[in-house]
């Protein structure tokens, strides 16, 4: 099997606070520098590229020497948080900017699904944005139209395709754009977060487009999402990174292991309200879940647990709710809980209060979650804090028999009564 890229020694380097490289005084010096075949002397400054913290310097390393080599066919996926540099190393292998320092080396004709509907232009139909579309994309004229009728199947507009896009819905946007994209047929695709596009039913066609493009043609992909459940059915090995470094390099059952390991760093067990929550109308001040009468987030399967929201406000009287999400470490939402739907449907907010919801049996299988809440204002969402607490669920007896079902074959359990008749 040959080898289809090659990075060695990869960084990029930004200078934070303003656009380009920075003053005509650091180019010349840069200048300087090459002329007597000196290093760059801006190459020796720079911080590590945590978002978190704040830093001394101006200049920050977005990524630092990165090394991976990618073979042909293979499906690799690239994960971690926010801010670790994955859009970056992307826009690195697609040419799309440059590096600082370091090689890349690709055998074969690249194409990039990096931003879905780059190119579209309003007036134009949806016909004549396929031609454009793809030709911004590396297709020819050819083998756009041997692909047009199977592009308009896939994206479902074959009513509106010779209607200008400006009156198209942003889902039809969307799906029409994807569906360009993934007719090409170069040998290496990079991918980047765009499975998360449209309704459900789209997800789903996109999702098996992707496995056909992945595992039935054979092509390299390089894939990065948020979401592991499709990385780990898409992929056959992980890279995990991590303030623009790679932290792992294996399968993808471990690269995934690791960055739970390290999202399990970042949540606590209770929420505390920073200064910068604060408002002039409403929020939450503090969270946390409750179980046998103390704060704790580690419960098991079928006990009672109470989730607990105080909050504040300095405008009285305003008609509020309060939603919950409970999410999985693949990052679906298994459980969403609302005011609304139990208990009471509003609440006027006085200077401060505590709102509690009381769940009895918990229903989830073992496993760590994050919980989200959301203060909703007049209907609509005004408060939001994600992954505010973490809930790890070990395994109890939720039905009385000493027995449960695989946490691969369910999500969620449920009070059943059987008989034969």
């Known amino acids: 099997?040959?080898?289809?890229?090659?990075?060695e020694n990869l960084s990029k380097q930004?200078?934070?606070?303003?656009?380009?490289?920075?003053?005509?005084?650091?180019?010349?010096n840069r200048w300087w520098h090459q002329v007597r075949g000196k290093e760059d002397p801006y190459l020796k400054v720079g911080e590590t590229n945590d978002?978190?913290?704040?830093?001394?310097?101006?200049?920050?390393?977005?990524?630092?020497?990165?090394?991976?080599e990618v073979?042909?066919?293979?499906?690799?996926?690239?994960?971690?948080?926010?801010?670790?540099?994955k859009s970056t190393l992307l826009k690195l292998l697609s040419r799309v900017t440059s590096p600082t320092t370091g090689s890349i080396k690709a055998r074969g004709r690249i194409a990039s699904l990096l931003e879905v509907g780059t190119g579209f232009h309003e007036e134009l139909t949806g016909r004549e944005n396929i031609f454009l579309n793809g030709a911004i994309l590396g297709m020819t004229k050819a083998e756009i139209r041997s692909k047009l009728e199977e592009i308009i199947s896939f994206s479902g507009t074959e009513r509106y395709i010779d209607t200008p896009v400006k009156r198209y819905s942003s889902g039809m946007r969307v799906r029409l754009a994807f569906a360009v994209a993934a007719h090409l047929e170069p040998e290496i695709l990079i991918v980047d977060e765009v499975l998360a596009v449209g309704d459900a039913e789209f997800q789903s066609k996109a999702i098996g487009k992707m496995q056909d493009v992945a595992q039935g043609e054979g092509r390299t992909v390089l894939f990065v999402s948020h979401n592991m459940a499709s990385i780990q059915t898409l992929c056959t090995r992980g890279i995990l990174m991590s303030n623009g470094q790679v932290h792992t390099d294996h399968t993808v059952a471990e690269a995934i292991s690791q960055y739970l390991s390290l999202n399990t760093k970042d949540t606590s067990t209770s929420y505390k309200a920073s200064p910068d929550a604060i408002n002039d109308y409403v929020w939450i001040e503090s969270a946390f879940i409750e179980s046998n009468d103390s704060i704790n987030n580690q419960v098991m399967t079928g006990q009672d647990i109470t989730i607990i929201v105080k909050y504040r406000a300095k405008e009285l009287g305003l008609k509020c709710s309060l939603h919950v999400g409970v999410y999985n470490h693949f990052?679906?939402?298994?459980?969403?809980l609302g005011s609304i739907y139990g208990g009471f449907d509003t609440f006027l907010t006085e200077?401060?209060?505590?709102?509690?919801?009381?769940?009895?049996r918990l229903p989830l299988?073992?496993?760590?979650?994050?919980?989200?809440?959301?203060?909703?204002?007049?209907?609509?969402?005004?408060h939001r804090i994600e992954d505010a607490v973490a809930l790890f669920v070990e395994n109890g007896d939720y039905f009385g028999n000493g027995k449960l079902p695989n946490p691969r074959e369910s999500k969620v359990l449920v009070d059943q009564s059987w008989s034969v008749i």
């Open 1 to 7: 099997m040959s080898t289809a890229i090659k990075v």
């Open 331 to 336: 990052g679906d939402k298994i459980l969403h």
């Open 351 to 360: 200077k401060f209060g505590t709102i509690q919801c009381k769940i009895p």
């Open 14 to 28: 930004y200078r934070l606070g303003v656009l380009g490289t920075g003053t005509i005084s650091h180019d010349l």
């Open 365 to 382: 299988v073992e496993g760590k979650y994050t919980v989200n809440f959301s203060l909703h204002v007049d209907g609509r969402p005004f």
């Open 71 to 85: 073979q042909q066919g293979e499906v690799l996926g690239i994960i971690g948080k926010n801010g670790a540099g």
């Open 51 to 68: 978002r978190t913290s704040k830093g001394n310097s101006e200049y920050v390393w977005a990524l630092r020497d990165i090394n991976f």
